[in-house]
């Protein structure tokens, strides 16, 4: 069985733009997690989607923005970049979003750099 | 407060000998679970074992044991017969409640395995 895959794995943007990221979760996993990992602040829960509704949301300014689709892909979007927006932008996937089955599972990572 | 606490920034040990890599964590939600992920130079997240608040015996997976007290709020992960291999960092993370998919992770443990 495929794991988690993240498209693109690299990615290098300037001030301003903007960026989407796409994760691609273990068939049959309904619940998709993002998390933002950088040297300073270690990781961080970004948001969490399961059937297509975003269940739990981070600590993070508004653009920072996500979606699942009916087939529990999901993007996230990231508005306006800034210099600190440069992180290691990890996906996660999980069977159920509640209950049993708790193992989940991360993807390679999207590596952004904002220069 | 910090929920997961992991006090090795780094951690040495030979090829073949175990190590115990340290992990305390705080909540006052009953139900939780307990993770520890491997994660290589290439980035990736992965997933090594679980512990459920309720389970009454401590997980196992291959090598990798986790030693649970949950009085003492620890979940220390057990390498037994380490491997060149098993050289990364090490991070511990707690999800709360049983409603979410929302991982808080420790800063992590750099694990270095010599010949």
């Known amino acids: 069985k495929a794991g988690v895959t993240q498209t693109p794995r690299y990615l290098i943007k300037t001030r301003g733009q903007q960026v989407t990221l796409s994760c691609s979760p273990i068939?049959?996993?309904?619940?998709v997690s993002w998390y933002q990992q950088t040297p300073g602040q270690g990781l961080q829960f970004l948001f969490e989607?399961?059937?297509?509704?975003?269940?739990n949301k981070g600590n993070f300014p508004g653009r920072f923005s996500g979606r699942q689709f009916s087939n529990s892909r999901s993007e996230m979007n990231v508005s306006t970049l800034e210099l600190g927006d440069s992180a290691l932008y990890l996906c996660a996937s999980r069977l159920t979003g509640t209950g049993g089955h708790p193992e989940q599972y991360f993807g390679p990572g999207t590596r952004l750099t904002v220069t | 407060a910090q929920k997961i606490t992991q006090t090795q920034p780094g951690m040495f040990v030979q090829e073949k000998e175990a190590v115990t890599l340290d992990c305390t964590y705080d909540?006052?939600?009953?139900?939780?679970?307990l993770f520890w992920y491997k994660q290589p130079s290439s980035g990736e997240m992965i997933f090594l074992i679980y512990q459920g608040s309720y389970d009454q015996q401590n997980a196992t997976e291959g090598r990798y044991s986790l030693n649970f007290q949950k009085a003492r709020k620890s979940a220390n992960l057990v390498i037994s017969a380490s491997q060149l291999g098993d050289s990364a960092m090490y991070f511990c993370a707690m999800r709360e409640g049983a409603g979410y998919s929302t991982l808080t992770f420790g800063k992590g443990t750099m694990l270095l395995v010599s010949p």
């Open positions: 909540t006052s939600d009953p139900s939780y679970g």
């Open positions: 989607y399961f059937s297509e509704t975003q269940r």
């Open positions: 068939s049959g996993h309904r619940s």
